[in-house]
């Protein structure tokens, strides 16, 4: 699907673009292909999801165009060109700071290959305006949400769906795995007995998160109650998802948003770091659950140290501080 819509937006900026000069269309194939070449093997070699490439993608073509407006070719592209096309996008300083580093990865790439001497991105800078801090919610804040979502689930006639949306909330918050590794979650991937799940995560990595107790028994509660009912309306040919819609088929990302609108599954992911963070669960744990390649990544989550303390860990510790008299 996401082939399609990047196919069909480049059909569509084919169309811009001969309109704007259509003596320079030779010109514009070229950074077409460059920039096929580019989300090709940015996919292979460093194994970038679907969705990774399609935006790569979607924003170099958005650029090429930019510049086809003004006769520029990707290659010819200075400075002040990619200043005034970062200008031009009415977003916010963060977003233009992504737009920017996919466009310095694009033309590092054209160095690499010989293709270009020198980058027109390389002295380019967007103050930073934004706080890179994961958002999250407080324990309290979530323990309510998922309490008011088990009353729901455990009335006398409770649906099979009101049981899947609590059991979904529970799960996000148990094994702080992403909305769609928890869509393309099967039976087969769920060990129960060892509390953990199967899950392929960004860039095809693959990793068996741990699913704290709660969320493995609220797991057992909506396979007995509820998937049972929901299967049923399948068809011929029932779906092996983990989670089913009231027809019986799989989730899809748009009804996951809907379901769990208090909190995002994101925020559920950040939130179950945080507070794992908090309770002084290492730092190791934390990041193998998250499946960050690196763990600085996980740093983020690491609870700040107040400056009082450092200085009393350095007066007792440090060696400079252990033979001078006090």
Same mark, same amino acid.
Not at 199 to 207: L, M, N, T
Not at 236 to 246: C, G, I, Q, V, W
């Given at each position: 699907m996401v082939d399609d819509r990047a196919k069909d937006t480049r059909q569509r900026l084919r169309k811009v673009a001969f309109v704007i000069c259509p003596d320079c269309t030779a010109k514009h194939a070229a950074d077409q292909e460059l920039i096929e070449k580019f989300c090709?093997?940015?996919?292979?070699?460093? !194994?970038? %999801?679907?969705? &990774?490439?399609? #935006?790569?993608?979607? =924003? +170099?073509?958005?650029?090429?165009?930019?510049?086809?407006?003004?006769?520029?070719?990707?290659?010819?592209?200075?400075?002040?060109?990619?200043?005034?096309?970062? !200008?031009? %996008?009415?977003? &916010?300083?963060? #977003?233009?700071?992504? =737009? +920017?580093s996919m466009l310095r990865g694009f033309?590092?790439?054209?160095?690499?290959?010989?293709?270009?001497g020198f980058s027109?991105?390389?002295?380019?800078?967007? !103050?930073?305006?934004?706080?890179?801090?994961?958002r999250s919610r407080s324990e309290d804040e979530v323990k309510e949400i998922l309490e008011n979502a088990w009353k729901i689930a455990h009335e006398p006639n409770a649906s099979p769906l009101a049981i899947r949306d609590w059991t979904l909330?529970?799960?996000?918050?148990?094994?702080?795995?992403?909305?769609?590794e928890c869509a393309n979650i099967d039976l087969r991937n769920l060990d129960l007995k060892d509390l953990t799940v199967?899950?392929?995560?960004?860039?095809?990595?693959?990793?068996?998160?741990?699913i704290d107790p709660r969320g493995v028994e609220a797991v057992k509660f909506y396979l007995k109650h509820a998937r049972p009912k929901l299967r049923a309306k399948s068809g011929?040919?029932?779906?092996?998802?983990?989670?089913?819609?009231?027809y019986g088929t799989r989730l899809s990302l748009a009804t996951i948003n809907r379901i769990v609108h208090e909190i995002s599954p994101h925020v559920y992911r950040h939130s179950w770091a945080q507070h794992k963070a908090n309770a002084g669960v290492s730092i190791k744990k934390i990041s193998?659950?998250?499946?960050?390649?690196?763990?600085?990544?996980?740093?983020?989550?690491?609870?700040?140290?107040?400056?009082?303390?450092?200085?009393?860990?350095?007066?007792?510790?440090h060696p400079s501080e252990r033979d001078r008299p006090h």
């Open positions: 090709r093997r940015r996919g292979g070699a460093k !194994k970038w %999801g679907e969705k &990774t490439v399609f #935006n790569y993608r979607l =924003e +170099l073509l958005k650029y090429s165009v930019f510049l086809f407006a003004a006769g520029i070719s990707l290659l010819e592209a200075e400075a002040s060109d990619l200043r005034k096309f970062l !200008k031009a %996008g009415d977003t &916010t300083d963060r #977003n233009t700071a992504k =737009e +920017l033309y590092l790439w054209l160095m690499k290959t010989g293709r270009l027109p991105a390389t002295f380019l800078r967007i !103050k930073k305006t934004w706080s890179n801090k994961p909330k529970e799960f996000f918050y148990a094994s702080a795995v992403r909305r769609f199967w899950v392929k995560g960004k860039g095809g990595s693959e990793r068996t998160p741990q011929k040919a029932p779906s092996e998802a983990l989670f089913l819609t009231r193998v659950n998250l499946g960050h390649r690196e763990q600085k990544v996980t740093m983020i989550y690491v609870p700040a140290v107040p400056f009082e303390e450092l200085q009393e860990a350095h007066r007792q510790f």
